[in-house]
């Protein structure tokens, strides 16, 4: 399988968590999954970004930059905050489970 196709399920929160850190632009995201080592395309980036706001995770605001044109910062709203914490309850029990898979630890008693 394809890291990509994995990663589309879980992009979602990284991208929500990232914004919980500061307030943010899209390239600025795309940099921080790149270094820790998720490789994602801006287009991909840039629906998530707007299905996150039509959902009212986040809120997107245009501000002046200093190396060129202005950019759109996002940051999380309560909803969005919400969201990240659910997201984390699940993402943790997902990782365990496959943990235990991978690490042979299921099916023994």
């Not at 632009?25 to 994602?40: D, N, R, S």
């Not at 997107?60 to 309560?78: A, C, I, N, V």
């Not at 969201?83 to 943790?92: A, D, G, I, P, T």
Request: hydrophobic share 30%; charged share 30%.
């Amino acid at each position: 399988m394809d890291v990509s196709q994995m990663l589309k399920g879980i992009l979602e929160g990284c991208i929500l968590e990232i914004i919980s850190k500061k307030e943010t632009y899209g390239y600025e995201m795309t940099t921080h999954l790149k270094e820790a080592g998720l490789t994602v395309s801006d287009g991909s980036i840039y629906p998530l970004l707007l299905k996150l706001q039509k959902e009212k995770l986040i809120e997107g605001e245009m501000k002046p930059s200093k190396e060129g044109p202005m950019r759109k910062y996002y940051h999380l709203t309560d909803k969005g905050n919400q969201s990240l914490r659910e997201f984390k309850l699940k993402w943790n029990t997902i990782r365990t489970g496959v943990d235990q898979l991978m690490e042979g630890n299921h099916g023994t008693q």
